[in-house]
T-cell receptor
Framework: NAGVTQTPKFRILKIGQSMTLQCAQD?????MYWYRQDPGMGLKLIYY???????DKGEVPNGYNVSRSTTEDFPLRLELAAPSQTSVYFC??????????FGPGTRLTVL | KQEVTQIPAALSVPEGENLVLNCSFT??????LQWFRQDPGKGLTSLLL?????REQTSGRLNASLDKSSGRSTLYIAASQPGDSATYLC???????????FGEGTQLTVNP
């Protein structure tokens, strides 16, 4: 099993550009999550999903959108990138909504 | 609002030393508490998960304890090794299915 995979690993965006961060898992987990981690800080939940077709906002959803058309994939969309969205983004999945398995992260810089 | 604090923010110890990392949370009504390890440039790896009804969990050289009433958890690492160098984060889940609230982490360096 590859576990949780994320692409790209690094990305630089200009202010106002848009992009999609990809996340996929091959463990047949129903629960999937997107977090952001700012330097020296803990992780904050952006969006999560309890299954295909079902998504909900986390603690810091503004400026982001998600979709969950399949169990495996959970992409995160940034529509109008802002410097405040410079961060490291982690995707995670869980079988039981408790123990979470994390991807390697995407480091995003918005200039 | 639940807040999770980890002290110290950074810790440097010589190899072989036993050490304790601390985590405190403001609302004692939690469902579980988890300890994670994060290596530079990598994602998080779950180390131990303690249910609210448990007092401790052990895995190899790691032992995590939970005292809900005082809002504290500790992660004990025995006979530390340079390979233990990483950032350790704790996170609490307040109810079944709720989001995790993370602390800011303790950056551990074990010197050979």
């Amino acid at each position: 099993n590859a576990g949780v995979t994320q692409t790209p690993k690094f990305r630089i965006l200009k202010i106002g550009q848009s992009m999609t961060l990809q996340c996929a898992q091959d463990m047949n987990h129903n629960y999937m999550y997107w977090y952001r981690q700012d330097p020296g800080m803990g992780l904050k939940l952006i969006y999560y999903s309890v299954g295909a077709g079902i998504t909900d906002k986390g603690e810091v959803p503004n400026g982001y959108n998600v979709s969950r058309s399949t169990t495996e994939d959970f992409p995160l969309r940034l529509e109008l990138a802002a410097p405040s969205q410079t961060s490291v983004y982690f995707c995670a999945s869980s079988l039981d909504h408790q123990k979470q398995y994390f991807g390697p992260g995407t480091r995003l810089t918005v200039l | 609002k639940q807040e999770v604090t980890q002290i110290p923010a950074a810790l440097s110890v010589p190899e072989g030393e036993n050490l304790v990392l601390n985590c405190s949370f403001t609302d004692s009504a939690i469902y579980n508490l988890q300890w994670f390890r994060q290596d530079p440039g990598k994602g998080l790896t779950s180390l131990l998960l303690i249910q609210s009804s448990q007092r401790e969990q052990t895995s190899g050289r790691l032992n995590a304890s939970l005292d809900k009433s005082s809002g504290r958890s500790t992660l004990y690492i025995a006979a530390s090794q340079p390979g233990d160098s990483a950032t350790y984060l704790c996170a609490v889940q307040e109810t079944s299915g709720s989001r995790l609230t993370f602390g800011e982490g303790t950056q551990l360096t074990v010197n050979p």
